[in-house]
């Protein structure tokens, strides 16, 4: 076997021992193993998580349900949507009728994140290119968070119109906006300040810098925003079923409620709830395998 000598007093550069990497199959095996190892640790972990929180929504709901004193015309446990939704005979009918409006639900979810989450990435890049910009903005980011959103509604749906995308495309993103928004500008802010002053030393500006070593860096925030922001959003349009659209579970709950249709009422926030902690733990199981590909992930113990 070849001994491979290493000198001590000119360590090899990140780019050589790339080079070496490439050359040398046994580490580059030793390298697939190590990441295939770190993937299923990562992804065991989230699915551990996930039933975890599962289990625990589950124990509150029931020990609610039992415990407050509400009577069982009103309060329905897990069991009692268990049967409305599967074992009961009209089960099928139950879940038919139930599941436009999730969908609904789903679709207006998606607009406010997407929305949300993009003006928020353009607003943190602008941020960090221009102080003036921040300076100017922000005020008026926090003052959309600090006002309660159902003492605008009538504003925005002024403005929007009643039941239009539009006004489903706003509420969600301001519900979404300002978490995201501080996520993201934490990350752009960490940055190492030796990786800038070498972009800086070959010639390139902030935009570059911001190119090259902030949005890279700014991933695991990217991903904790994204995870933050996938329950605002399902928030986002409820409220804008319940103030603007009057579809989806937003608008049914009303309708519900007035009917007195409890079990419907418990079922479909259970549906919803139930979606929303499974798009979560989708979007943290998807952060873990990129950034252990990407060798960013947070050791762990």
Do not use: C
């Amino acid at each position: 076997m070849t001994e491979k000598l290493v000198d001590t007093q000119n360590p090899p550069t990140p780019q050589t021992a790339q080079l070496v990497l490439k050359a040398d199959p046994v580490a580059q095996a030793q390298q697939r193993t190590d990441r295939r190892r770190a993937l299923t640790r990562t992804i065991g972990r989230s699915l551990g998580n996930a039933a975890i929180t599962f289990a625990v929504v589950l124990l509150l709901w029931q020990a609610i349900v039992s415990f407050s004193g509400i009577s069982p015309f009103v309060a329905k446990g897990p069991v009692d949507v268990w049967n409305y939704l599967v074992t009961d005979p009209d089960a099928a009918e139950h879940r038919a009728a139930l599941m436009p409006l999730v969908w609904q639900t789903l679709i207006d979810s998606g607009i406010g994140f997407v929305f949300g989450m993009l003006t928020a990435i353009v607003l943190a890049v602008l941020f960090s290119l221009s102080k003036a910009v921040e300076a100017g903005v922000m005020p008026l980011v926090l003052l959309l968070r600090t006002i309660p959103l159902v003492s605008i509604a009538p504003v925005i749906i002024l403005i929007t119109g009643r039941g239009t995308v539009a006004s489903v495309a706003v509420i969600g993103t301001i519900v979404v906006l300002f978490p995201a928004l501080a996520s993201i500008l934490f990350g752009l802010s960490r940055a190492s300040p030796q990786s800038i002053d070498v972009v800086h030393v070959f010639g390139g500006g902030r935009f570059t810098a911001l190119r090259k070593v902030n949005i890279p860096g700014a991933g695991p925030s990217l991903f904790a925003a994204a995870r933050v922001s996938v329950p605002g959003a399902v928030t986002g349009a409820l409220l804008a079923e319940w103030l603007s659209t009057g579809q989806g579970i937003g608008g049914a709950i009303l309708k519900f409620n007035a009917q007195a249709q409890f079990t419907q009422l418990w079922a479909s926030i259970a549906l919803i709830t139930l979606i929303t902690l499974l798009l979560y733990n989708i979007v943290q199981i998807v952060e873990n395998i990129v950034l252990v590909r990407m060798g960013m992930a947070p050791s762990q113990r």
